[in-house]
């Protein structure tokens, strides 16, 4: 079973619009982290975000908002008014406390922003 | 800001020779990973190590692959008898403690296997 799901393959917006990246995940660990990585066609792993399962808080940083939501087990990524720039794949990720710190990646998803 | 560096960027083998990608990780942090990503795939966990040992190792890290500290300062991924398949890009992650740190990625060794 996918322990981290981006269901959306693919997103194409026109700059300026609002994208959101859902991100579903599941574990049994009552302790666990969730990221976001930033992917761009270069090719490394560029941090976006670290949301630890004790805190539910809604983060804004810029045009970034991240929704934790443990009812629905999703931590979607928001980017308001989308740029170019912001073109990339998005990959989600969970990390679990009794795994080591291992890392569980979602298959991406890639942003498409046009001008 | 400390990083983990991973080299060389790029690594262009022939079928059937010996590779070892090199990592130098955070210099206080005792957990180390290696992801694979084949392209346009995801990233996928190869194996972890801790206290000089592996800790953990997924399916895909058969005997072809070992993993090495050997100085204490880099961390080596060595890949025996390439294969067309083992072409992906290589990253290396290293962690501070147990839970208390995000992983630190380096920016990826691509490896083409000709």
């Known amino acids: 079973a996918q322990k981290v799901t981006q269901a959306q393959t693919e997103i194409s917006v026109v700059e300026k619009e609002d994208v959101t990246l859902d991100c579903v995940y599941e574990t049994r660990d009552t302790t666990y982290y969730l990221f976001w990585y930033k992917q761009p066609p270069s090719g490394e792993l560029v941090f976006l975000i670290r949301r630890n399962s004790f805190d539910e808080q809604n983060e804004i940083s810029g045009r970034y908002s991240w929704n934790f939501q443990k009812s629905t087990s999703s931590f979607n990524f928001t980017i308001t008014a989308s740029q170019v720039v912001d073109s990339a794949v998005y990959f989600c990720?969970?990390?679990?406390?009794?795994?080591?710190?291992?890392?569980?990646f979602g298959s991406g998803t890639k942003l498409n922003v046009k001008p | 800001e400390p990083e983990v560096t991973q080299t060389p960027s790029h690594q262009v083998t022939q079928m059937g020779q010996e590779v070892i990608l090199r990592c130098v990780p955070i210099s206080n942090h005792l957990y180390f990973y290696w992801y694979r990503q084949i392209l346009g795939q995801k990233v996928e966990f190869l194996v972890s190590?801790?206290?000089?040992?592996?800790?953990?190792k997924s399916e895909i890290f058969d005997d072809q692959f070992s993993v090495e500290r050997p100085d204490g300062s880099n961390f080596t991924l060595k890949i025996r008898s390439t294969k067309l398949e083992d072409s992906a890009m290589y990253f290396c992650?290293?962690?501070?403690?147990?839970?208390?740190?995000?992983?630190?990625f380096g920016d990826g060794t691509r490896l083409s296997i000709l």
């Open positions: 990720a969970l990390s679990e406390l009794y795994n080591f710190n291992k890392f569980y």
């Open positions: 190590f801790y206290n000089n040992e592996i800790s953990e």
């Open positions: 992650a290293s962690a501070g403690g147990f839970f208390n740190q995000p992983q630190h």
